[in-house]
């Protein structure tokens, strides 16, 4: 089972960025699929963002052009840089590692991933 912490999170004010961290035990050499996750109280845990061994990345629409996922394979580091934050951005967010669709690709979909971290909470303020 791969450990997996995350870091990186904080207070900002609408429109400010964060660079959220996943430092991993084993990381993507052992894994296909990495995601970004995240969850507010009451409701249930949602993706983010994934990506491939090859660094191709999956978006949600309402994250699809502020935030990018990338990951350095070396450091055995998942990043989720986040630009333009706002208010419905807040929650704990959460890196994950697990497997493909049926067809390959990855996608921040919550069955398909079985190590977690810990959670980082995010906090956009108006």
């Known amino acids: 089972q791969e450990q997996l912490v995350e870091s990186g999170g904080g207070s900002v004010q609408s429109g400010g960025s964060l660079r959220l961290s996943c430092a991993g035990s084993e990381f993507t050499g052992s894994r296909y699929c990495m995601g970004w996750f995240r969850q507010i109280p009451g409701k249930e845990r949602e993706g983010v963002a994934s990506?491939?061994?090859?660094?191709?990345?999956f978006y949600v629409r309402a994250v699809e052009g502020r935030f990018t996922i990338s990951q350095d394979a070396v450091k055995k580091t998942l990043f989720l840089h986040m630009n333009n934050l706002e208010p419905e951005d807040t929650a704990m967010y959460y890196c994950?590692?697990?497997?493909?669709?049926?067809?390959?690709?990855?996608?921040?979909?919550?069955?398909?991933?079985?190590?977690w971290g810990q959670g980082t909470q995010v906090t956009v303020s108006s």
């Open positions: 990506i491939d061994r090859s660094g191709t990345p």
């Open positions: 994950a590692a697990g497997g493909p669709l049926p067809m390959g690709t990855c996608s921040p979909i919550t069955t398909l991933y079985f190590d």
